[in-house]
């Protein structure tokens, strides 16, 4: 959950270094550190507690400049945030090491080291790492051999970047469980956590394989496999332009993200849907070159495994697969699934769901799974990912990459892409071809929906002004529109810190009323799903009780029987079944307008990171 960026080349790396740390910066952002090899094969390391404008602020007043360098932007697992425990670490002024993830054998090695006479200026685990390649450098006399070296005692996951003062023009990249991208330029070559952070000096990557260890020069770039062989790994292009994650005229990048949503969903249909028809190759081909029904047309339930604002369009998903394709479903999160003895019904199709496809516990479940299956699909936003290199099928959800931490644009397409999913096994199971152009029509009808709620979002900001000094609210909803009420009180724990629960609104009275006074807001939502009568029973409950209600309601909704203290904004009318992916914006933009009005860091938020990639 950190960002790594690295480079070697014939020119000053630092301004690349220090860019590419700012395009990672949402990865982490409590801290940050330089490191170069000076022209006198000296390491010249900065580093400072807080974001990247305090390590550049620090960079103009210091002379730092070198051929080769790493850097690195940090999300704190072990240590506190401190100019101590900030990447890069260094051992004895020869190695210096920037990595992602943790080792967690870091105490035992870390008592060995002790014994061995090393000294420990931190509380990190990337320390004993550092410490472990200097031990076997001064053994071997060669960087290489002693990085393979110091892997092989590691436990855990590890992406990392290293350089020596003893190998100038060096740089040894490795991963296992983190990902970690080698740049490809002319007589120079780059590495991070994200091919985001290189888009302005390079488009062509290589994405290192689990156990990977590449040895990086200016003049040459050769990668040995887990086995020590050494292996050839395919450059691919990245579409991307560099100014993809550039905020643009808006204010955050949560902001811009949410208001691409409508050309998001256009571009996960496009060339998918024929005729009214999904094509069953929007799920890619299986690994031994096989159409995707080879998969599809066995599955007899779906397994989804996921974490987040992704558990959360699983949860969808699972009324979607239930309702529409008579499909049996059970969500799970990723975290508890992968440490509990579980139950696989035979053919069961496995879904997992990540934006970046490098979640550490979806990962793992994953893993362990594919010893009891071959039928999985990856629902995911980054093609080149563990996640979709990990599965026989891929659903991409080309949502283009997303900055801000909390999720929004990601979110919508990964339900899109959920629905297309029960559009290929309804068909397979008698759902009508009537029915599948109605639902791929709705779902082609939603971006001008959307466009309509971005045009008139003051009543939204209104709404927040009420918020700005409150710390608790519940979110109530029925049917498909319980996640999405989830989901919002997500997005408002993540970006304004306003503890919030979310329930399902007929549970209410099974004891969260309890709760309910007139310093307790209820976010309610309410489509024309056939609940809207149950729901508005439970408004009245709330409201017989003192509670203020805030109702996102479908704008056929009749509300005239509501008194009290129930304020109502309607939202386009949509089609029930795709109630979830419309009714999600405007909780999106209720949470950053409250955070926005509380003062809060709405891309970056506190304690977060966009990547969880450590468990």
Same mark, same amino acid.
């Given at each position: 959950?950190?960002?790594?960026?690295?480079?070697?080349?014939?020119?000053?790396?630092?301004?690349?270094?220090?860019?590419?740390?700012?395009?990672?910066?949402?990865?982490?952002?409590?801290?940050?550190?330089?490191?170069?090899?000076?022209?006198?094969?000296?390491? /010249?390391?900065?580093?400072?507690?807080?974001?990247?404008?305090?390590?550049?602020?620090?960079?103009?007043?210091?002379?730092?400049?070198?051929?080769?360098?790493?850097?690195?932007?940090?999300?704190?697992?072990?240590?506190?945030?401190?100019?101590?425990?900030?990447?890069?670490?260094?051992?004895?002024?020869?190695?210096?090491?920037?990595?992602?993830?943790?080792?967690?054998?870091?105490?035992?090695?870390?008592?060995?080291?002790?014994?061995?006479?090393?000294?420990?200026?931190?509380?990190?685990?990337?320390?004993?790492?550092?410490?472990?390649?200097?031990?076997?450098?001064?053994?071997?006399?060669?960087?290489?051999?002693?990085?393979?070296?110091?892997?092989?005692?590691?436990?855990?996951?590890?992406?990392?970047?290293?350089?020596?003062?003893?190998?100038?023009?060096?740089?040894?990249?490795?991963?296992?469980?983190?990902?970690?991208?080698?740049?490809?330029?002319?007589?120079?070559?780059?590495?991070?956590?994200?091919?985001?952070?290189?888009?302005?000096?390079?488009?062509?990557?290589?994405?290192?394989?689990?156990?990977?260890?590449?040895?990086?020069?200016?003049?040459?770039?050769?990668?040995?496999?887990?086995?020590? #062989?050494?292996?050839?790994?395919?450059?691919?292009?990245?579409?991307?332009?560099?100014?993809?994650?550039?905020?643009? #005229?808006?204010?955050?990048?949560?902001?811009?993200?949410?208001?691409?949503?409508?050309?998001?969903?256009?571009?996960?249909?496009?060339?998918?849907?024929?005729?009214?028809?999904?094509?069953?190759?929007?799920?890619?081909?299986?690994?031994?070159?096989?159409?995707?029904?080879?998969?599809?047309?066995?599955?007899?339930?779906?397994?989804?495994?996921?974490?987040?604002?992704?558990?959360?369009?699983? $949860?969808?998903?699972?009324?979607?697969?239930?309702?529409?394709?008579?499909?049996?479903?059970?969500?799970?999160?990723? /975290?508890?699934?992968?440490?509990?003895?579980?139950?696989?019904?035979?053919?069961?199709?496995?879904?997992?769901?990540?934006?970046?496809?490098?979640?550490?516990?979806?990962?793992?479940?994953?893993?362990?799974?594919?010893?009891?299956?071959?039928?999985?699909?990856?629902?995911?936003?980054?093609?080149?990912?563990?996640?979709?290199?990990?599965?026989?099928?891929?659903?991409?959800?080309?949502?283009?990459?997303?900055?801000?931490?909390?999720?929004?644009?990601?979110?919508?397409?990964?339900?899109?892409?959920?629905?297309? $999913?029960?559009?290929?096994?309804?068909?397979?199971?008698?759902?009508?071809?009537?029915?599948?152009?109605?639902?791929?029509?709705?779902?082609?009808?939603?971006?001008?929906?959307?466009?309509?709620?971005?045009?008139?979002?003051?009543?939204?900001?209104?709404?927040?002004?009420?918020?700005?000094?409150?710390?608790?609210?519940?979110?109530?909803?029925?049917?498909?529109?319980?996640?999405?009420?989830?989901?919002?009180?997500?997005?408002?724990?993540?970006?304004?810190?306003?503890?919030?629960?979310?329930?399902?609104?007929?549970?209410?009275?099974?004891?969260?009323?309890?709760?309910?006074?007139?310093?307790?807001?209820?976010?309610?939502?309410?489509?024309?799903?056939?609940?809207?009568?149950?729901?508005? /029973?439970?408004?009245?409950?709330?409201?017989?009780?003192?509670?203020?209600?805030?109702?996102?309601?479908?704008?056929?909704?009749?509300?005239?029987?509501?008194?009290?203290?129930?304020?109502?904004?309607?939202?386009?009318?949509?089609?029930?079944? $795709?109630?979830?992916?419309?009714?999600?914006?405007?909780?999106?933009?209720?949470?950053?307008?409250?955070?926005?009005?509380?003062?809060?860091?709405?891309?970056?938020?506190?304690?977060?990171?966009? /990547?969880?990639?450590?468990?």
């Amino acid at each position: 959950m950190c960002g790594i960026v690295g480079a070697v080349a014939e020119r000053n790396v630092t301004p690349i270094l220090l860019e590419g740390l700012r395009r990672l910066e949402y990865r982490g952002y409590d801290s940050a550190g330089i490191a170069v090899l000076d022209e006198d094969n000296n390491i /010249s390391r900065v580093r400072r507690v807080g974001k990247v404008q305090e390590l550049a602020a620090a960079l103009e007043k210091t002379e730092v400049r070198g051929k080769l360098g790493v850097a690195h932007t940090r999300w704190a697992t072990h240590g506190e945030p401190s100019e101590q425990n900030a990447h890069p670490h260094i051992c004895n002024r020869s190695v210096a090491i920037v990595h992602n993830g943790i080792i967690e054998n870091h105490s035992a090695l870390r008592e060995l080291q002790s014994k061995e006479g090393f000294t420990f200026t931190s509380q990190t685990d990337t320390e004993v790492a550092v410490h472990q390649i200097e031990h076997y450098l001064k053994q071997q006399g060669d960087l290489l051999a002693a990085v393979r070296l110091a892997v092989a005692d590691f436990e855990g996951a590890y992406a990392l970047g290293v350089m020596s003062s003893t190998e100038n023009g060096q740089l040894i990249a490795t991963r296992r469980g983190s990902p970690l991208v080698i740049g490809v330029g002319i007589g120079e070559y780059f590495i991070a956590s994200d091919a985001a952070a290189l888009l302005p000096v390079t488009r062509r990557f290589i994405y290192l394989e689990e156990g990977d260890i590449a040895d990086i020069r200016t003049d040459s770039l050769v990668i040995y496999n887990d086995k020590g #062989e050494v292996v050839e790994r395919d450059i691919k292009e990245s579409e991307l332009s560099a100014d993809a994650t550039a905020k643009g #005229e808006y204010r955050h990048f949560m902001l811009k993200e949410i208001h691409e949503q409508p050309s998001c969903l256009i571009d996960i249909l496009e060339g998918r849907v024929v005729d009214g028809q999904l094509l069953d190759s929007a799920f890619g081909m299986t690994s031994d070159g096989k159409g995707a029904e080879k998969i599809l047309d066995q599955v007899k339930a779906v397994q989804i495994i996921a974490c987040g604002t992704s558990y959360h369009a699983g $949860l969808v998903a699972r009324y979607w697969l239930e309702a529409i394709a008579g499909v049996p479903c059970r969500v799970e999160v990723a /975290s508890e699934y992968r440490y509990r003895k579980t139950v696989l019904m035979d053919d069961t199709l496995v879904v997992t769901i990540s934006q970046s496809g490098e979640t550490a516990d979806t990962l793992a479940a994953l893993r362990a799974l594919k010893k009891k299956t071959s039928l999985t699909l990856a629902v995911c936003n980054v093609p080149e990912s563990s996640l979709v290199r990990e599965s026989e099928l891929k659903l991409m959800t080309r949502a283009g990459p997303e900055i801000g931490v909390a999720s929004t644009k990601a979110f919508t397409t990964q339900l899109i892409a959920l629905l297309m $999913l029960v559009v290929a096994l309804g068909k397979r199971r008698g759902l009508t071809a009537d029915k599948i152009k109605s639902l791929l029509r709705d779902a082609q009808a939603l971006p001008q929906l959307i466009e309509k709620v971005l045009h008139d979002i003051h009543a939204i900001d209104h709404w927040a002004e009420d918020f700005t000094d409150l710390h608790n609210a519940i979110f109530i909803g029925r049917g498909t529109l319980y996640p999405i009420a989830l989901e919002g009180a997500l997005k408002l724990k993540e970006i304004s810190y306003i503890h919030a629960d979310a329930y399902p609104a007929g549970e209410l009275k099974h004891g969260p009323i309890a709760l309910i006074d007139q310093d307790l807001p209820t976010i309610a939502i309410a489509s024309m799903d056939g609940y809207e009568g149950k729901i508005k /029973s439970n408004i009245q409950e709330i409201l017989a009780r003192g509670g203020r209600v805030y109702l996102f309601a479908d704008e056929r909704m009749d509300v005239s029987d509501l008194g009290g203290d129930c304020r109502v904004l309607k939202v386009p009318a949509v089609d029930a079944e $795709l109630a979830p992916v419309l009714f999600a914006v405007p909780l999106q933009l209720f949470s950053y307008f409250v955070a926005v009005r509380k003062g809060t860091d709405v891309d970056q938020p506190r304690n977060l990171a966009k /990547s969880v990639t450590v468990e």
